[in-house]
């Protein structure tokens, strides 16, 4: 069955970096384009970041531009989220998630249209 297992998360001081992992099975990895979306306590589920199947083309939320990167190994069925410069207001669930290619990567950001979603792993950033 499909899984998209999210790795990485903890607590870190503001200004500290993480590496969240996204190992994905059940599925043709590099058929799919990936994704990271985060949703903080009372608010809706937000885009954070795209990447396209070969890696070429990437696409960020304006929340996260210049402090997050977005990569993937195919051959590790495997996406990262790579997170500097860490706001407490980036304190959230991030959710790793997988929509079938070709698409626009700018259209990942529509929640709706997303295949499968990851379990979430916590990020908590204390100020």
């Known amino acids: 069955q499909v899984q998209l297992v999210e790795s990485g998360g903890g607590l870190v001081q503001a200004g500290g970096s993480l590496r969240l992992s996204c190992t994905a099975s059940?599925?043709?990895?590099?058929?799919?384009?990936m994704g990271w979306f985060r949703q903080a306590p009372g608010k809706e589920r937000e885009f954070v970041a795209a990447i396209s199947w070969g890696g070429v083309n990437t696409y960020y939320g304006d929340s996260v531009k210049g402090r997050f990167t977005i990569s993937r190994d195919n051959a590790k069925n495997t996406v990262y989220l790579q997170m500097n410069n860490l706001k407490p207001e980036d304190t959230a669930v991030y959710y790793c998630?997988?929509?079938?290619?070709?698409?626009?990567?700018?259209?990942?950001?529509?929640?709706?249209?997303?295949?499968?979603w990851g379990q979430g792993t916590q990020v908590t950033v204390s100020s």
């Open positions: 059940g599925f043709t990895f590099s058929n799919y384009y």
């Open positions: 998630a997988a929509r079938r290619g070709p698409i626009a990567v700018q259209g990942f950001r529509d929640k709706s249209t997303v295949d499968y």
